[in-house]
């Protein structure tokens, strides 16, 4: 069982920048591949960036490539996503996921733990 508490979340101005972090508490941190999804009203959770188990590999969805970074400390069992330049369509409730390491990174399906999730939200 893996326990998953998101903060930093709030409200930023256009080009603006936030720092997310997941905090995880529970076995095993380290194996599992950890993702971030956002989900807008009315709108199916989308994913965001994903991170391997080890950090080496991380993935992003084409939206946030180049403004957005993935990382994580397992030492900490934290897991983080920068956020820069950020665009009034990034509005969202943003949430940290953990899943076992042969996962599809981008599928929401795939993974077996999931935050309560924070608003991320980028006025104009």
């Known amino acids: 069982q893996v326990h998953l508490e998101e903060s930093g979340g709030g409200l930023v101005q256009a080009g603006g920048s936030l720092r997310l972090s997941c905090a995880a508490s529970?076995?095993?941190?380290?194996?599992?591949?950890m993702g971030w999804f956002h989900q807008a009203p009315g709108k199916e959770r989308d994913f965001v960036a994903a991170?391997?188990?080890?950090?080496?590999?991380?993935y992003y969805a084409d939206s946030v490539k180049g403004r957005f970074t993935i990382s994580r400390d397992n030492a900490k069992n934290t897991v983080y996503l920068q956020m820069n330049s950020l665009k009034p369509e990034d509005t969202a409730v943003y949430y940290c996921?953990?899943?076992?390491?042969?996962?599809?990174?981008?599928?929401?399906?795939?993974?077996?733990?999931w935050g309560q999730g924070t608003q991320v939200t980028v006025s104009s």
């Open positions: 529970g076995r095993a941190f380290s194996t599992y591949a």
């Open positions: 991170i391997t188990w080890s950090g080496g590999t991380t």
């Open positions: 996921a953990a899943g076992p390491p042969g996962i599809r990174k981008s599928a929401p399906d795939d993974y077996n733990y």
